[in-house]
Antibody, heavy 125, light 107 residues
């Protein structure tokens, strides 16, 4: 069964750091782009960032709201995706999801076909 | 940045109703539009990708359409399990973005 198991959330003070992990099972992340999406309490979804595959030099992209503070990375040998967060602000409080991305290189279409269970990050003093 | 505007933000309907949710892009995004369903306490689930292509296993009462920069998600005959929040997502730009969500409630 294809699954994403997340860990690493919690309560952190403003300005602090936290690393989220997303362990894949039932497939190898080598073959897939992997993304992070967050959802603030009672709000919609916000795309956070992406890690492309080795074929694309493990290039990452980040939303403007987290650029320079958050960093997406992966370890294919551990079949895991990570989100390193620093300079955390109260507005970063959210449920964070990792997602497997299907990328059709011929058409350019992307979609998120598998999601983790979510991990809650609370930024508060 | 591409802005995605969903309407309505909430909607009350009854079982058996035909319902349409709209998502408008701030610029041309071709067919780079996905729809997700999210139930309380659960992760989103992919329903439709590339504007109109149904994900495997999704009931055929769901359909997606496009007219210019306006996209629609239609549920032909609402079932009890369809009451949820629906999100659109554009993937035309490198920096993806979502609409603010539409909450579909039981009337």
């Amino acid at each position: 069964e294809v699954q994403l198991l997340q860990s690493g959330g919690g309560l952190v003070q403003p300005g602090g750091s936290l690393r989220l992990s997303c362990a894949a099972s039932g497939f190898t992340i080598n073959d897939y782009y992997m993304d992070w999406v967050r959802q603030a309490p009672g709000k919609g979804l916000e795309w956070v960032g992406r890690s492309k595959t080795k074929a694309y030099n493990y290039t990452t992209d980040h939303a403007a709201s987290v650029q320079g503070r958050f960093s997406v990375s992966r370890d294919d040998s551990k079949n895991s995706l990570y989100l390193q967060m620093s300079g955390l602000k109260s507005e970063d409080t959210a449920l964070y999801y990792c997602a497997r991305t299907y990328y059709d290189s011929w058409s350019g279409y992307y979609w998120f076909d598998t999601w983790g269970q979510g991990t809650l990050v609370i930024v508060s003093s | 940045d591409i802005q995605m505007t969903q309407s309505p933000s909430s909607l009350s309907a009854s079982v058996g109703d035909r319902v349409t949710i709209t998502c408008r892009a701030s610029q041309n995004i071709a067919n780079y539009l996905n729809w997700y369903q999210q139930k309380p306490g659960r992760a989103p689930k992919l329903l439709i990708f590339a504007a109109s292509r149904l994900q495997n296993g999704v009931p055929s009462r769901f359909s997606g359409g496009r007219s210019g920069t306006e996209f629609t998600l239609t549920i032909a005959s609402l079932q009890l399990e369809d009451f949820a929040t629906y999100h659109c997502q554009q993937t035309f730009s490198t920096l993806h973005s979502f609409g603010q969500g539409t909450k579909l409630e039981i009337k």
